[in-house]
């Protein structure tokens, strides 16, 4: 594929085949910085190789880390702690990954955060976690609550209020810093919480690398205590960690199999995972999908007639996108309620996807914290659709085109590599045709 392009999306008749689902981008960005965090050195086992996870490997190293790719692995050898001072951090367009260790750039005398991405991850507010965390006396300045920013500790710990009314991130970099903080953290989430799932699967990074934490059964107060360390093995020994496969983007493909005649397996998708994601397994059957698991493994038998549901999303905003493309074409008036941090992302998720649903002849509608589509029994295609510079919208119009009646082009498609960069080419082996048009060629 070209660095940059545009992509053209052919209809597809059926779509059959196996596949191993891509590993997850949000256990690899935390396993990785756990293992950073750690004495000695840990092997991540099948890591993503997404924009995101590249992006916390190259912030890692800067800081310190050793890191070292063998096959789908990485080999990090920790800073124990102790990441280089004085450091400057280029996350890219990685809203975790920069949230995450802003909250660790307080155990440093000075780190500071850049974005070339001054219209997506620039724009995205950090106020509630800045604010936090000069609260425990670090040093922070900033453009207004955005990046750049400059962090400097030290900080003692001790008991601290987080918003989590925007993003669950905020109160993840904090629980990452907390263990190694002489008086620990004791953590009240304030506001409404939102995106449970993510701040599970942050203490399940937590226990995995002997640390101690407790946490209230609505999350609203975790309490970790200080003084202690991450360790990933045995005294002595490497630690490995095995990364589960990622369901936000398996939504995507799942959502696919299920508006399209033909049969695809899916494996590597744990039944017990902590991802919210799983969730669009559930509202794919509400939806009428024809989806079975067997163990690690989900068979979807598409081409079954799809109904609108009406569904709370907070517990699976990163499949919201995808499974609007199977709103998209089922009976009836679809509703995700309680999504309003979607409009947060990469790109305003709720008005720019009602804009694009419209363009392609759809009806949708949205409130401030929610967004509704009424489906369609075809869609003619045969339009250029923008993907906004956001993975999860180009997942989302890929799938429209693949059963509209006629090609959608969709621009920035060299975007989906933030997080799923083999999208197109494991729809392909599906049986999906694309085309790959450079930018600025056509």
Request: with cysteine; glycine share 12%.
């Amino acid at each position: 594929m070209p660095l940059t392009f545009d992509v053209v999306v052919y209809p597809a008749a059926e779509l059959r085949g196996e596949l191993r689902a891509q590993p997850s981008k949000n256990y690899t960005t935390r396993y990785l910085l756990a293992a950073a965090l750690a004495e000695g050195e840990t092997r991540v086992v099948g890591v993503a190789t997404s924009e995101d996870a590249g992006a916390m490997l190259r912030c890692l190293r800067d800081w310190g880390a050793g890191v070292e790719l063998v096959g789908q692995d990485a080999v990090i050898r920790g800073f124990n702690a102790q990441p280089r001072a004085g450091v400057t951090l280029d996350p890219g367009n990685a809203g975790a990954v920069a949230r995450f260790l802003m909250g660790v750039a307080a155990l440093t005398s000075q780190t500071t955060f850049v974005t070339d991405y001054a219209d997506s991850l620039g724009k995205r507010p950090q106020g509630d976690l800045l604010d936090a965390l000069e609260r425990l006396g670090a040093k922070v300045k900033s453009n207004d609550g955005k990046l750049p920013v400059s962090i400097s500790g030290p900080v003692r710990g001790g008991p601290l209020e987080v918003s989590a009314e925007r993003s669950s991130q905020y109160a993840s970099a904090l629980m990452f810093l907390g263990p190694l903080l002489p008086s620990g953290l004791d953590l009240r989430l304030t506001g409404e919480i939102k995106s449970y799932a993510p701040l599970r699967q942050t203490l399940d990074t937590l226990s995995a690398f002997g640390v101690r934490a407790t946490a209230s059964a609505d999350l609203s107060r975790i309490s970790i205590p200080g003084g202690q360390a991450y360790r990933s093995g045995k005294t002595g020994q490497p630690g490995r960690m095995l990364v589960p496969g990622d369901y936000p983007g398996s939504a995507a493909l799942l959502a696919a199999a299920a508006l399209l005649p033909g049969e695809l397996r899916l494996s590597n998708l744990r039944e017990n995972d902590l991802q919210g994601e799983k969730e669009a397994v559930a509202v794919l059957r509400e939806m009428g999908a024809d989806i079975v698991r067997e163990g690690d493994s989900l068979t979807v038998r598409g081409g079954q007639p799809l109904r609108a549901v009406i569904r709370d999303g907070d517990t699976f905003t990163d499949a919201v996108q995808a499974l609007t493309a199977a709103a998209a074409y089922a009976g009836g008036t679809t509703t995700w309620d309680n999504v309003y941090t979607l409009r947060l992302k990469e790109c305003d998720r709720i008005s720019d996807t009602r804009r694009e649903l419209e363009k392609l002849g759809l009806s949708a509608a949205e409130t401030r914290d929610s967004l509704s589509v009424t489906g369609a029994a075809r869609l003619a295609g045969g339009v250029t659709a923008d993907g906004h510079g956001d993975h999860r919208m180009i997942m989302l119009l890929t799938l429209l085109g693949l059963r509209a009646e006629a090609p959608v082009t969709i621009t920035g498609a060299h975007h989906i590599r933030k997080s799923y960069p083999m999208f197109f080419r494991h729809l392909e082996q599906l049986g999906a045709r694309f085309d790959y048009l450079p930018t600025g060629t056509h």
